[in-house]
């Protein structure tokens, strides 16, 4: 593996499953010291256990509590002095009808997928400006475009892909790339429960994905790594589609 991240220190919210812990397994094998942010610290310190070395620290954290972000951010910059990526994939989603969801339901999909990209942003910016750092967003191939059953998790997604180009727009000049990542249906504990019980709606997905299956977390964590790297020294402000080719369709059925 080659160690693109030597010397770099690496945030990463919602480290305890899916994405995010094979996020904090690629960085951490590309060299960087990364902080593990989650709520559920349990999570935290397996993952941590995992990674076969002391360049990590666990902060529990919960990304809607600003107090919480900024002991984070603060501690982070206390033990490695500097804080050079942020990948921003703590999420939640929720299925249903617009009409059967709460207006609670509404604002918690907003705390946590919007309002924790935000509090995060604006803790660690400081520290990324005087690196000239990245950030990677974990949106969706739902902020790109519109689900039947997923207008609240579209509406959120939708807002993280929209605050990554203006955001990229904005610090392009203070040396600050910012990026985001679209994947498609991926298992993890999002879904996996979902799909045990209505074993159909994989099929349904899976239908549309033309490479005809879901991503392993893996997939999408090397993506991260790339737009967060030197590689992709010029690449700002892109939703990168991580979904086997769904979001190249126009939509319409199959004419063959
Ligand atoms: N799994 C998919 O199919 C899929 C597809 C597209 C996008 N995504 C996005 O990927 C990201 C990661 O999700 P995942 O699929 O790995 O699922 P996951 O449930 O394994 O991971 C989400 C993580 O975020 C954490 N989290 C939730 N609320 C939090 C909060 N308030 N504070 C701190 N941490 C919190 C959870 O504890 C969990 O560890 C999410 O943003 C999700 O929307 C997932």
């Known amino acids: 593996m080659v160690s693109r991240f030597e ?4 945030i990463v919210t919602g480290a305890g499953s899916g ?8 960085f951490h094998a590309e060299g960087a010291s990364v902080v593990l942010c989650g709520r559920r610290e349990a999570k935290l310190v397996q993952v941590g256990a995992s990674l076969g070395t002391n360049r990590y620290i666990i902060q529990p954290a919960d990304v809607t509590i600003v107090e919480h972000v900024e002991r984070l951010v603060a501690e982070a910059t206390r033990r490695f002095g500097r804080i050079d990526v942020l990948v921003n994939n703590a999420g939640a989603g929720t299925v249903g009808e617009f009409q059967g969801l709460s207006s609670e339901q509404w604002h918690n999909m907003f705390a946590v997928n919007v309002d924790g990209v935000f509090n995060l942003t604006r803790a660690a910016l400081p520290r990324l400006i005087e690196t000239k750092g990245a950030i990677v967003n974990v949106s969706s191939v739902s902020g790109l475009g519109g689900d039947r059953g997923l207008s609240f998790y579209n509406a959120t997604k939708g807002a993280v892909s929209n605050l990554t180009r203006s955001l990229a727009i904005e610090l392009a000049v203070k040396g600050v790339r910012v990026n985001a990542v679209c994947p498609s249906v991926t298992f993890t504990d999002m879904n996996m429960p979902i799909f045990e019980r209505v074993p159909e ?5 899976v239908e549309r994905i033309p490479m005809a299956r879901g991503a392993q977390p893996e997939e999408i964590a090397s993506v991260i790594a790339f737009l967060a790297s030197a590689d992709a020294s010029f690449v700002n402000g892109v939703n990168l589609p991580v979904d086997g080719g769904v979001s190249a369709s126009s939509g319409q059925a199959n004419f063959m």
Do not use: F
Request: a positive charge; glycine letters at 12%.
């Open 201 to 205: 709606l994989l099929d349904r997905l």
């Open 7 to 10: 010397g770099k220190v690496v």
């Open 19 to 26: 994405i995010g812990a094979a996020t904090v397994r690629r």
